[in-house]
């Protein structure tokens, strides 16, 4: 089992930054690889970055590519996403989730290879 608990969800102006976090316990030695999902009312739940355990592998897509960084620190069984020039689009409840399978070796973007998930944070980006 694994526990996923995120935080750091706030409203912000356009162009804004924050950092979500994301604190992993129970059997993380489990854990193949990590990710940060979105999903917007009336929307499907999207995935928007993905990592491998041993961060050599990371995945972004096209709608937040350089302006979304994803990390983890292993020591404190924390991932991070760093997301800078927040659009209005950007607003969601995001939520961390977590592969203990193997699955998403097979690729990062896809929400159905992850089996943990923690209760999301709401980012709300807004003038």
């Known amino acids: 089992q694994v526990q996923l608990v995120e935080s750091g969800g706030d409203s912000v102006q356009p162009g804004g930054s924050l950092r979500l976090s994301c604190a992993a316990s129970?059997?993380?030695?489990?854990?193949?690889?990590m990710g940060w999902f979105r999903q917007a009312p009336g929307k499907e739940r999207e995935g928007v970055a993905g990592?491998?355990?041993?961060?050599?592998?990371?995945y972004y897509p096209a709608s937040v590519k350089g302006r979304f960084t994803i990390s983890q620190d292993n020591a404190k069984s924390t991932l991070y996403l760093q997301m800078n020039n927040l659009k209005p689009d950007d607003t969601a409840m995001y939520y961390c989730?977590?592969?203990?399978?193997?699955?998403?070796?097979?690729?990062?973007?896809?929400?159905?290879?992850?089996?943990?998930w923690g209760q999301g944070t709401q980012v709300t980006v807004s003038s």
């Open positions: 989730a977590a592969d203990t399978t193997g699955r998403c070796r097979g690729g990062l973007a896809a929400r159905s290879r992850y089996n943990y």
């Open positions: 129970g059997k993380i030695s489990n854990i193949h690889c």
């Open positions: 990592i491998d355990s041993g961060g050599t592998s990371t």
